[in-house]
């Protein structure tokens, strides 16, 4: 047996060596050729692809992949996703070269190809590929490919999504894969690979990403979250053949601690009873479609019914919450839809806030906002939207309101920058007090409605400016919550460091509820160095003054105003204020419907007049203030139809000061004499006019000069003095002295010809009309 056994093991081990030897003889080259794609550039932190689908097996045998990494900056670390696939991804730690080896295998035969990877560390790539994280899904007719994460860097870039991996005897087609968001259709169940790939010029950046295509599961109920989520987690769209299939249901509290919570498009969750979602400090939440209309992202209650469950609350500390294209309903047992905690930061656009209990979107004092645009909130109990006054300014006009007032807190506006709120449908309800300062601007335009609650105020300081730029047929409206006289404080303003604030076809009402600053409450009050410009305003059902600017080194124009149904004076303001008032300003209704003067301050100018037009309406200025008196140090008119009332014991004194020779220009005419009188009709209450000063601009013309001369004891008193120490002066002409208490003008005898006259009237004037003393 043995003989005969060992010819035969012989034989055959002898044939299947010439086989061998044959087989080996017939292929003598290497049928593999690696290739690890063209040399790429990427970004620190970012995924770059190695790309092997290039190499080949003559054969026509699957072979194996194995990418290494050879060399690298020293000090990185590499990691290397996928690398026993023909598609893996590189992730770098410093920028530099990196060298690349891809080895492919098959029984005995390997080939090598290298390929440079070269990492920059921009923090904000020009373009970047992102094609979304690796999902599953069930099988569907319209599957999501999104690429919106993507950085583009301009226009001009060349999109294209390719399909690089599917099952065996598969098909799938992309609806538009030259665009950044689109749809895929499989018709088998398995594995898909997608490359999106970006170029610009010389420029590419690609990504891949892995979609796991399940079996239809449409009997099955919705996925129960009923626990906090811990671990990154993704919920996908279960139920893609059924939008209105709900695909998750939360049964009560959760939240995400530690963890991204990432919400593909086309997904529906329902919350119970009281149920609500909590977005923690160490946590963070992306829900993310552009396709709002086909692929939305829902929030609801597992019945729709407002107020059923508590709502979105989001505590994160992480870069910007990005929830894109959402629609959140039937919350608000809590009070909102969605509440921003402090010092969150969110980015909204798209999406949808409605037919919640309470406050639709609620951000919290010091919350913060990234982008807030062409989203929709209404049908909310409350109001749409609360947020502070300083995030206003990055909620778009794109975004539309309906359904109550947005809602103002934390009033502080000073990021040194212009803040522009938006005209929108609704109005606001400003519940904290304005104060707008460190160089910042406020802009309110046209058709804009403020409400301000009870008893607060808008404050522009330390070189901040308030912006009202209405129209005539769509004025800028401030007024009180509560629409009586002395509902809020109204606007102060001071300290503009040069700014000026404008107010342009507004109207203001409901001020003066408690002094902003000051004794007295007013609708404006201008502090020291304020600047402001008023212009076809209307001033309205004030408890106070209308304009209080009594204040030093202002910057003011007043003109073509209303000031009207005020309990006080339409207008409290300094002797300097007063040329700075417009002819055409009207006053009505006023509980004392006089401009109060405080003249406690010299008129002083260096170069140019000063000149008081007074008003179409004839109001009279009252000269009030510490000293009572009207002091003119530089040149002074007074024009045609103005009338001053003085108070009892004052006077008005033109002079030489500080090398200014001062003089006083009456220009009356016959129809609207100028009047100087006293505030009450008793002869002789105030002093008079003194005129010290030699120049021939001191001429009265047309005017009448009432209850003057009041006595003095031990020396005469007269309506007009001329003065002899120092020397003045006077032309008097087709004018009135009336009701003096001694004489109507007196004139040193030895200065006799420094005054002159003609065609006087003196009426009621017990001692000599016209005196000379020695």
Not at 21 to 29: F, R
Not at 345 to 369: E, R, V, Y
Not at 577 to 596: A, C, I, P, S
């Amino acid at each position: 047996m043995k003989l005969t056994i060992r010819p035969i093991v012989f034989l055959l081990l002898s044939v299947f060596a010439f086989a061998a030897c044959e087989e080996e003889d017939k292929n003598p080259v290497n049928p593999l050729t690696a290739d690890a794609g063209d040399s790429a550039e990427g970004f620190v932190g970012f995924a770059t692809i190695l790309d092997g689908s290039l190499s080949t097996n003559s054969m026509g045998k699957p072979f194996a992949y194995q990418w290494e990494v050879n060399s690298k900056p020293t000090g990185s670390t590499t990691t290397i996703e996928n690398e026993n696939e023909v598609f893996a991804k590189l992730i770098g730690t410093l920028p530099g070269e990196y060298k690349i080896t891809l080895t492919i295998s098959y029984l005995n035969w390997e080939d090598t190809d290298q390929v440079i990877i070269s990492l920059s560390d921009d923090p904000e790539p020009d373009l970047l590929a992102v094609a979304g994280e690796d999902r599953t899904v069930e099988i569907g007719t319209s599957l999501a490919l999104n690429g919106t994460a993507s950085i583009l860097g301009g226009e001009q870039v060349q999109i294209l999504w390719e399909n690089v991996s599917k099952p065996e005897n598969s098909s799938v087609a992309i609806q538009n894969p030259t665009l950044i968001e689109t749809t895929f259709s499989p018709n088998k169940p398995g594995e898909y690979v997608f490359k999106l790939s970006l170029t610009r010029g010389g420029l590419k950046s690609q990504d891949l990403v892995k979609i796991n295509v399940l079996e239809s599961n449409s009997n099955q109920g919705p996925v129960l979250i009923n626990a906090d989520i811990l671990e990154d987690r993704t919920l996908t769209n279960v139920y893609v053949s059924d939008s209105d299939k709900l695909d998750y249901l939360v049964t009560q509290d959760v939240a995400v601690r530690g963890a991204k919570l990432t919400i593909e498009p086309g997904v529906r969750i329902s919350f119970e009873d009281g149920a609500g979602l909590i977005i923690a400090e160490n946590a963070s939440l992306k829900a993310y479609t552009m396709l709002t209309e086909t692929l939305p992202i829902i929030f609801q209650g597992k019945e729709a019914q407002k107020g059923y469950w508590d709502g979105i609350k989001i505590l994160s500390k992480n870069p910007p919450e990005y929830l894109v294209g959402i629609e959140v309903r039937d919350a608000g047992k809590l009070g909102y839809g969605i509440q921003v905690g402090s010092g969150t930061k969110l980015f909204l656009s798209n999406s949808t806030i409605h037919l919640n209990d309470g406050i639709g979107l609620d951000f919290q004092i010091s919350s913060q906002l990234a982008e807030f645009k062409n989203n929709r909130i209404k049908e909310n109990t409350n109001s749409p939207l609360q947020i502070p006054a300083s995030l206003m300014t990055y909620v778009s006009f794109d975004n539309q309101f309906q359904d109550g007032p947005i809602q103002i807190i934390e009033g502080k506006i000073l990021s040194g920058t212009d803040n522009f709120w938006p005209t929108f449908q609704v109005e606001y309800d400003v519940l904290d007090e304005l104060v707008i300062y460190n160089g910042s601007t406020l802009v309110l335009s046209t058709g804009a409605h403020l409400n301000m609650g009870d008893d607060q105020g808008i404050r522009v300081i330390s070189g901040g400016k308030l912006r009202i730029l209405g129209e005539e047929t769509a004025p800028v409206v401030i007024e009180g919550k509560t629409k009586a006289k002395g509902a809020w404080r109204g606007i102060y303003i001071t300290d503009s460091q040069g700014a000026v604030s404008s107010i342009m076809f507004a109207k203001i009402k409901h001020a003066g509820s408690t002094p902003i600053a000051g004794q007295d409450a007013a609708t404006i009050k201008l502090g020291n160095g304020a600047g402001l410009k008023v212009v076809k305003t209307i001033l309205d059902e004030g408890k106070g003054h209308g304009l209080e600017a009594a204040a030093t080194n202002l910057t003011i124009e007043f003109s073509q105003n209303i000031i009207q149904n005020h309990l006080k004076n339409p207008l409290s303001i300094s002797a300097q204020v007063v040329e700075h008032l417009d002819y055409y300003n009207k006053f009505e209704n006023n509980g004392e419907n006089e401009v109060l003067v405080d003249g406690f301050h010299p008129l002083a100018k260096d170069g140019g007049e000063i000149i008081w037009k007074g008003f179409q309406q004839r109001i009279p200025y009252v000269i009030k203030g510490l000293s009572k008196d009207l002091v003119i140090q530089s040149g002074m008119r007074l024009k045609e139809g103005v009338i001053l009332k003085m108070q009892s014991n004052s006077r008005i004194d033109v002079q030489d000061a500080n090398g200014r020779l001062g003089y006083l220009r009456i220009e009356g005419n016959e129809a609207n004499p100028v009047i100087i009188r006293g505030v009450g009709e008793e002869a002789g209450s105030w002093y008079g006019i003194t005129y010290s000063t030699h120049h021939a601009q001191n001429h009265i013309q047309y005017a009448e000069i009432l209850h003057a001369g009041k006595l003095l004891a031990n020396n005469f008193s007269a309506a007009i003095t001329v003065d002899n120490v120092p020397q003045g002066s006077l032309l008097i002409q087709n004018s009135r002295i009336a009701y003096s208490g001694q004489h109507g003008i007196a004139v040193a005898k030895q200065f006799s010809d420094f005054l002159r006259t003609s065609n006087l009237t003196f009426e009621g004037i017990p001692g000599n009309e016209i005196s000379a003393w020695e």
